[in-house]
């Protein structure tokens, strides 16, 4: 876990010092440049579903149903963990947001006007796959569930992260940012709950 908050740190600070260096860099706009291509009505109504899927209602219907489910199995420690890293991710992302003061790219196929860095959805979508694998994996016995379980993890954030950038509402460093900046918080938000509970019998 240490390895991975450093790692999502480092990809955290890596993007926010090129954009502070360059505030368009080259291959933000070359993304950009490159899926503007492959626009068509049927991607653009697909990717938008799949955002959707991880916008604030869809992260608290899932979060409402995990509190759940963690209550009745009385665990109230892993309900703690989940709950602290969401809120802290949350605020965390809102407060860069409004301190770089990075504007989206013009010609958007959603209507979002709040700043741009790091991307909010990219954020949750890490730390949701990670928390969700953290706090059920050890439940998972069968393998092929697990492996599915497992791909899960990442192909979840790369489709939500794609799907910003595709519909434009971001550049690539704010997805970036985001995945670091959610792989800093989970890892962080673990070894600190794991640490004032390891003689603890409560699992993670």
Do not use: C
């Not at 502070?20 to 490159?34: G, Q």
């Not at 802290?88 to 409004?98: L, N, P, R, V």
């Amino acid at each position: 876990m240490k390895v991975l908050s450093f790692l999502g740190l480092l990809l955290f600070v890596s993007m926010y010092l090129i954009i502070s260096n360059d505030p368009l860099p080259y291959f933000d706009k070359r993304t950009a440049e490159i899926l503007f291509q492959y626009h068509s009505t049927f991607f653009d109504q697909l990717f938008i579903i799949v955002t959707y899927l991880n916008n604030v209602e869809s992260v608290l219907i899932i979060s409402i149903i995990v509190s759940i489910y963690l209550i009745n199995k009385k665990r109230f420690k892993a309900l703690l963990f989940y709950l602290f890293t969401i809120v802290t991710a949350t605020i965390s992302t809102y407060f860069f947001k409004i301190y770089i003061m990075r504007n989206r790219p013009d010609n958007r196929l959603l209507d979002i006007n709040s700043y741009a860095f790091p991307s909010w959805h990219a954020t949750l979508s890490v730390v949701l796959s990670l928390l969700v694998f953290i706090i059920f994996n050890e439940y998972i016995k069968n393998s092929r569930v697990k492996k599915f379980f497992i791909s899960f993890i990442f192909i979840w954030p790369l489709l939500i992260g794609f799907s910003r950038v595709y519909l434009n509402v971001h550049w690539l460093s704010d997805v970036l940012a985001g995945w670091g900046l959610g792989l800093f918080i989970v890892s962080t938000s673990t070894l600190f709950f794991k640490y004032f509970n390891e003689n603890s019998t409560i699992k993670f």
